[in-house]
């Protein structure tokens, strides 16, 4: 079984989400939408108050270089363009909207029939990448970056495998392997697309194990319809955190390692989708619908009904709650994302944005951290860092604020999954402080590259 | 007996020759160091802290000399010597010292654990950096103090300490030497190197808060609205009101206290002024001569 050569750990899987069919989520009264959904400059607000939007206007449209559009997932009314709290406790330039009924955009075909890929003609490569901008799409696996410049390859490199990531390697959520079960046929054509975009003859796509239902759906597809979908090999993989990180999937999948940065998948070759992007490729390209709603999993061992819903961007999180069953009494933390990456948020007022994969709801007892003790040398975050670093070589030098040792020791390869202070018997906060160490060392480094072109 | 004598006369010649090859290697790789730079650091406190700008007491005393040679000592200043140190560093120069107003850290957050409430529990590293890079803190309020007491660990002269009633560091301003690295350490930029002034008196806008007035009412009943009275209050347009926030200039303000009485947030504070006495009885000096042109304080019964 295909894995990924270093590291890792196997935290508690707790697919309790993972029968549950993908439930539409009712419509918000009021939907938010932050303009900082993205890596990258934030969109530019193209309307104001008292604006009548639909489902699918535009309301932000890129900003300068690394930017994509927001699009309105309702219909209504602009209330406000302001800023408004985020989901980490900051206020942000988002717009307000007022939801009346829900009229859709005439451009935006509806319907549920499949697009084939024959069916779209001699569309070019061009013209792909082109849809996939305008519809404002990141990756949506968490990482938020715009998937048009991921599908724009810098000169001197080709890409030779699309991997598409459907490993879910986070405990709890199941968006990803809902998506799977219910859009297959959709998914392959995404598939289709993206290697049209790039002009790449193969693709892989990456399911952990515990998913042998959708790994024996989509061989079985591949298996029947070989002629209309060549090319497309679905790979199962052990079942073994972080996978889902994208030079984790690259190791696992085609057996490449992608150096140090600035160093990117595609120097080696590979260009890593998330299965929630590719579908919104497809419904982008086939159906011309920006990225208005995503699968979102609200879960928690508390939970009454842990559910896959189907939510408009812009839905307050409490909505999603109370369609779940409502916010359990012994509630100590809620998590945006999943339980090893997921950041906890301030308020439940936050909305759903691009990258909200999940929901978790921990109770009081589980979201405690344990007593900090003293390191005790056993080594087990260097065996568990899926990046070969030394986690609490970093984290010490962190204390010491030794940025150069910092950076002698990659302390920017770090992924930040969270394996070292998962693993660490003295609960040591190990991840917290090699976040410091990594945005100084890499404020350092900006630093010098400005201070060199200055010169220049 | 023979032995003995070939193992001396061996010894002996090689150490000869050692010693002559450290003595030629010496002479020719000898660096050749400005003298007044070790004079120099001799006279500097030694404590490294890095305040002047340059890496350590060493560095500092390499650009005075650099900076001698060129003819002036203007803007460098060993802001933990102060004045003082800065006479010996001039007179080993041959230079005239520049006269430099003293400084002190200033905590521009008074949201006490009363006056600002905690809306959340942060329960990772103790560290404000970690905190800041997470979320907005343990309060409402995304501008004020974290608590976690990065300034404190910053500080090399034992000058802030962490107040455990208000939940704020507190400055020792006997002990501060205005070195800035409490400012540094601080993610937010609550911590302002600010003129002592007169008599060591200041008036200072307590607040960090760049939110509209509404937003930070919710979060802090002690933060800067932008109401703008105080600025329509000042005769001397010392303050202005920027991203919401109040900044009295210190060099325009004459410490007349009329933005103190003004501000309806409690949010500007005048520190080391001798107790006001009671209005009724005296309304007419609050503050000894504290600056020319003031008003006696009678802007409340207006």
Redesign the interface.
Known sequence: MKTFRIGGVHPAENKLSAAQPIKVAALPKQAVFSMFQHIGAPAVPVVKKGDEVKVGTLLGEAGKGLSVPVFSSVSGKVNKVD?VLDS????RMAVVVDVEGDEWEETIDRSDKLVTFKDLGTITAEEVVNRIKAAGIVGMGGATFPTGIKLMPPPGTKAEAIIVNAVECEPYLTADHRLMLEKPEQILVGIQLIKHAVNCPKAYIGIEMNKPDAIKLLTDLLKEKAAQYPGIEVVPLKVKYPQGGEKQLIDAVIGRQVPAPPALPINVGAIVQNVGTVYAIYEAVTKNKPLIERIITVTGKSVKNPSNFLARIGTPMQQLIDEAGGLPEDTGKIIGGGPMMG??L?SLEVPVTKGSSGLLLMTEKES??GEVSPCIRCAKCVSACPMGLEPYLLASYTRLKDWDGCEKNDVTSCIECGSCAFTCPSNR?LL??I??AK?TVMGIIKARHMESITKK | MNVILIAVIVLGSIGLVAALILFLAGKKFAVHEDERIGQVQEVLPGANCGGCGFPGCGGFAGACVKAADKGSLEGLLCPVGGQPVMEKVADILGMKAEAAAPKVAVVRCNGTCESRPR??EF???Q?C??QQ?????ET?C?FGCLGCGDCVAACQFDALHMNPETGLPEVDEEKCTACGACSKACPRGIIEIRLKGLKNRRVVVLCNNK?KGA?TRKACSVGCIACQKCVKVCKFEAITVDANLAYIDAEKCKLCRKCEDGCPQNAIHAFNFPPRKPKVETPATPVENPAPNVEPAKEKEA
């Open positions: 800023a980490s406790g900051t206020r950041r906890a301030m405690r951290r906060p917290d402080n976040r410091v945005q | 809306i959340a329960d990772g590293a560290s950096k970690v890079m997470l979320g907005s803190g409402a995304a939110d937003q």
